[in-house]
């Protein structure tokens, strides 16, 4: 199946958008710009205006056509991390009980590193037990940006 990909400008670095003909597919961060096609899949460009309306703190849930790759396990964790409302975090643990698995915290966290599409699939809003940033795979400095912009534009003051 086809893949195809741009790049577009965020306040958290250049981001690469890999979608197939109808589903995005992954965010990668920390990409060069290189040249593209003059056209894509008309989900890259919803995906770059949601982004943007994302970005300036008009947009607070995304609605895109998503197909990552993952497990089924993967796949369930994602599908919860994307119950997490836009302002708010949850710990690992929470999300392993959502789950009905509070025994697998470790591996939702893992399951949580491999998220192909952050920010979309708010990975950053999982935080640890006690309430400290724990990993991120953009960087604990992207994921702290993230929650802090989500913070200013819904008015919680106490994500974290």
Known sequence: MATWSKTVDSPIGTLKLTSDEHHLKSI???VEISGEPAEFPEVLDQAQKQLEEYFSGT???FDL???PDGTAFQQKVWKQLSEVPYGRTMSYIEIARALNSESSSRAV????GRNPIPVIIP??????HNGKLTGYAGGLER???LLLHEQHNSGNNHLF
């Open 28 to 30: 990668s961060f920390d």
């Open 59 to 61: 947009r607070l849930q």
């Open 65 to 67: 056509p998503l197909d």
């Open 109 to 112: 966290g893992m399951a949580n």
């Open 123 to 128: 990975c950053h809003r999982i935080i640890g």
């Open 143 to 145: 994921k702290k940006w």
